[in-house]
């Protein structure tokens, strides 16, 4: 009686499942996308046709393939499977896994994959918890995450991963979905025939922003609440589709490429000193659900890189700002993230900052030099400029060989500007 109610309870699972889960690829032939890391004889897919799957960190934003993968390795393998997720384990559990898989180990030779999903959540401590199992070969460790790992996840466990990024579904990716959707329909016990537009397909390819997810629960929810014309077809036009994917997806995830262009993008607009086009890329930062606190690292860069001595108080502007949002958060943060913003993007510009690098470049290229013998340190021959008018008096600061060398390349804008001219005239005097 146990057992018929477990499996009961599964096949009412089954049936309750959403469509997204149904249709979930079981072999690499019938999973769509990511072809550069599953192209013929990659590393990836020899890895999981031939069951010599090692420590992996699958990375990329939702609806891309990463749970899929899971399931398709284990398909393909001779391995236990476990899976647990970073929001509701514990460091209990964690250890419990892995002491069986240690026995599993000893008892049997049969080994563990210990799938960890959004493991970007995980604890230092969970994460820690890891890595002795990993390095003994107790489990064989994957983990899922819709973070950049290099960021969010433990740098020990990063070092001991392939880490494989997934990109956002491309149109004939997302076409081939649509159809395995319309197939799925058609050979029901009540089956369906669905039509789309033309438009309703562009619609939903282009909302879905790369999301196999996404664009089966709003097909299945288009079909679902259609209702059959006279000839029993069931037509998802424009409209239709419009409702069932009513809110655009940013084109944006945290992880791939798309994140490195999107601030790339927003730095550069400051940079070229526009407000509008800045205010845009943040805006599309935030809605994606960016980390402030990595926005606020960037324009701490910029306000040295890019306005640096033309307004020395970019800086200070920007770390205030930061630490108001510390204390406020958001929603009411989003005033202190959209200041420092338009403030860098208003302030004259100056990079002469990058001017210490010409500086290491000669050190590296001069062979010998010597600190002058009226700068070393209790030095009689040093002449103290706060004993002369306008605290200047010249005097030589470079070593022998390099006098006269010009490293500081001053911008002719702003504070540094005026702060230059006046440094001219007092040598001249």
């Not at 992996?56 to 393998?77: A, C, D, R, Y």
């Not at 609440?225 to 997806?249: G, V």
């Not at 992880?255 to 490195?260: D, E, K």
């Not at 204390?327 to 993007?345: C, D, I, K, N, W």
Request: charged share 25%; aromatic share 10%.
């Amino acid at each position: 009686m146990h057992s018929e109610n477990l499996f009961t309870n599964y096949s009412q699972h089954e049936n309750n499942a959403p469509l997204a889960d149904k249709l979930r690829p079981k072999n690499l032939e019938d999973f769509f996308g990511q072809q550069l890391i599953l192209k013929e004889n990659s590393l990836l897919r020899s890895a999981i046709l031939n069951d010599k799957i090692s420590n992996f960190i699958f990375s990329g934003p939702p609806g891309v393939g990463k749970t899929t993968l899971i399931e398709i390795i284990s398909f393909n393998t001779r391995s236990k499977l476990i899976k647990l997720n970073a929001v509701f384990s514990s460091v209990k559990e964690l250890r419990n896994e892995i002491a069986y898989a240690k026995d599993r180990l000893i008892n049997s030779k049969r080994k563990t994959i210990l799938f960890i999903d959004e493991v970007h959540r995980f604890t230092s401590v969970q994460q820690d918890a890891l890595l002795p199992s990993i390095e003994n070969g107790t489990i064989t460790f994957i983990g899922a995450t819709t973070e950049n790992p290099f960021y969010a996840v433990n740098k020990a466990l990063v070092s001991r991963s392939r880490i494989f990024t997934l990109l956002p579904l491309d149109e004939n990716d997302l076409l081939k979905i649509i159809q395995k959707v319309i197939t799925y329909y058609s050979e029901q016990k009540d089956s369906k025939k669905v039509y789309l537009t033309q438009d309703a397909i562009r619609h939903l390819i282009k909302f879905s922003g790369g999301d196999a997810r996404t664009l089966i629960n709003a097909l299945e929810m288009a079909i679902e609440t259609t209702t059959e014309n006279d000839a029993k077809e069931i037509k998802i036009n424009l409209s239709i589709a419009e409702d069932a994917i009513q809110k655009k997806n940013i084109v944006y995830d945290k992880n791939g490429q798309n994140h490195y262009d999107v601030i790339s993008a927003f730095i550069k607009s400051i940079r070229g000193s526009d407000p509008d086009a800045t205010l845009f890329w943040l805006a599309n930062m935030l809605e994606a659900g960016e980390d402030p606190n990595f926005i606020f690292r960037r324009l701490l860069i910029s306000a040295c890189e890019d306005i640096g001595m033309a307004d020395p108080n970019a800086i200070v502007v920007v770390k205030s700002c930061c630490d108001a949002f510390d204390r406020v958060g958001f929603p009411e943060g989003l005033y202190f993230l959209t200041q420092a913003s338009l403030y860098l993007a208003m302030s004259p510009k100056s990079n002469s900052t990058k001017s210490i690098f010409k500086a290491i470049e000669t050190i590296k290229c001069t062979e010998s030099f010597n600190v002058p013998h009226h700068l070393k340190n209790n030095s009689n021959t040093y002449v103290n400029p706060h004993n002369y008018p306008g605290n200047w008096v010249a005097q030589e600061y470079l070593p022998k060989p390099l006098r006269g060398l010009k490293i500081w390349e001053p911008n002719n804008n702003g504070w540094e500007k005026t702060k230059y001219e006046e440094l001219l005239k007092r040598k001249e005097n």
